[in-house]
């Protein structure tokens, strides 16, 4: 076992990755995470597909020759639901990606009526329609996908209050549909959405599970860092932060970064 601090890179297009990070945390404390936001490119849950691959595939390569990680997480359904199968034939750092937890949400459910709420693209993805078949054809699953819940999440993590009305008229397609009420769980499928995990609870009520992918992604690293050799020492590690645009938006997320540890904040240019 090589004792050194494994190097993580969290990359997703806003604050949304940072619910992983929060979870890669809680299970590999001693590892040092540079965890990047994309904002010059944000949001990409309505990006057309052929620009987010390339997007995704550029920003990557800048990152990881800056960061050198030992292992990178994709912390965007968006982006992993398209670009991983590219991006793992790109580069040779392994690479895990975020996908909606439809799976584990369809076994668990009784009614077997599931939510996914994600982003319009992560709803419309082949890879999405592949997971449901694959994994809940037994079910049915409401979809919404809504990029103002995204924004949502943001403001959230600049310190501003999102209301319950403000979420119930987003959802509202959702309550819509006409087997709603046997709805009782709800995939989060967008990296965002766990950083309003309590307000979406409050609103929705203790009927409805929420799932999302956080703690099978740290999962997940272990497994790579075990593979590699790298074991996260016990003393506390570093942690850092890269936008890829300089902007006033980014002083009103420092004291949510430095929750997590975050105290250096810089900007590349990509
Ligand atoms: N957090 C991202 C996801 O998991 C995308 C948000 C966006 O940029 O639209 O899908």
């Given at each position: 076992?090589?004792?050194?601090?494994?190097?993580?890179?969290?990359?997703?297009s806003?604050?949304?990755g940072?619910s992983?990070?929060a979870?890669?945390?809680?299970?590999?404390?001693?590892?040092?995470i540079?965890?990047?936001?994309d904002?010059?490119?944000?949001?990409?849950?309505?990006?057309?597909?052929?620009?987010?691959?390339?997007?995704v595939?550029a920003?990557?390569?800048?990152l990881i020759?800056t960061?050198?990680?030992?292992?990178?997480?994709?912390?965007c359904n968006s982006?992993?639901?398209?670009?991983?199968?590219?991006?793992r034939?790109h580069f040779?750092?392994?690479?895990?990606?975020?996908?909606?937890?439809?799976?584990?949400?369809?076994?668990?459910s009784r009614s077997?009526?599931?939510?996914?709420?994600a982003?319009p693209?992560?709803v419309a993805?082949?890879?999405?329609?592949?997971?449901i078949?694959?994994?809940?054809s037994n079910?049915?699953?409401?979809?919404?996908?809504?990029?103002?819940?995204?924004?949502?999440?943001?403001?959230?993590?600049?310190g501003k209050?999102?209301t319950?009305?403000?979420?119930?008229?987003?959802?509202s397609p959702?309550?819509?549909?006409?087997?709603?009420?046997e709805?009782?769980s709800?995939v989060?499928?967008?990296?965002h959405?766990p950083?309003?995990?309590p307000?979406?609870?409050?609103?929705?009520g203790?009927?409805?599970t929420?799932?999302?992918?956080g703690?099978?992604?740290?999962?997940r690293?272990?497994?790579?860092?075990?593979g590699?050799g790298?074991?996260?020492?016990a003393?506390?590690?570093?942690?850092?932060?890269i936008?890829t645009?300089?902007?006033?938006?980014?002083?009103?997320?420092?004291?949510?970064l430095r929750?997590?540890?975050i105290?250096?904040?810089?900007?590349?240019?990509?």
């Amino acid at each position: 076992m090589n004792r050194r601090t494994p190097r993580l890179l969290i990359f997703d297009s806003g604050v949304g990755g940072l619910s992983i990070m929060a979870d890669v945390q809680q299970l590999l404390p001693g590892c040092a995470i540079t965890y990047a936001s994309d904002n010059a490119a944000f949001p990409y849950g309505t990006k057309g597909e052929e620009e987010l691959v390339q997007r995704v595939d550029a920003v990557l390569q800048a990152l990881i020759q800056t960061v050198e990680p030992d292992v990178v997480v994709v912390a965007c359904n968006s982006a992993s639901t398209l670009a991983l199968p590219h991006i793992r034939a790109h580069f040779k750092v392994p690479i895990v990606g975020v996908v909606p937890a439809i799976k584990p949400a369809a076994a668990q459910s009784r009614s077997k009526v599931i939510g996914l709420l994600a982003t319009p693209g992560t709803v419309a993805r082949a890879y999405t329609r592949d997971l449901i078949a694959q994994f809940a054809s037994n079910c049915t699953v409401i979809s919404l996908g809504s990029s103002e819940l995204v924004q949502k999440a943001e403001s959230h993590l600049r310190g501003k209050t999102v209301t319950t009305e403000s979420l119930r008229e987003l959802l509202s397609p959702m309550f819509a549909h006409p087997r709603f009420a046997e709805m009782d769980s709800l995939v989060l499928a967008c990296t965002h959405f766990p950083l309003l995990r309590p307000q979406f609870q409050a609103l929705l009520g203790p009927r409805i599970t929420l799932v999302d992918s956080g703690e099978a992604i740290a999962r997940r690293v272990s497994y790579w860092l075990e593979g590699l050799g790298l074991s996260p020492d016990a003393t506390s590690a570093e942690h850092s932060a890269i936008f890829t645009r300089h902007s006033p938006d980014v002083e009103g997320l420092k004291p949510a970064l430095r929750v997590l540890g975050i105290t250096r904040v810089e900007c590349q240019t990509i």
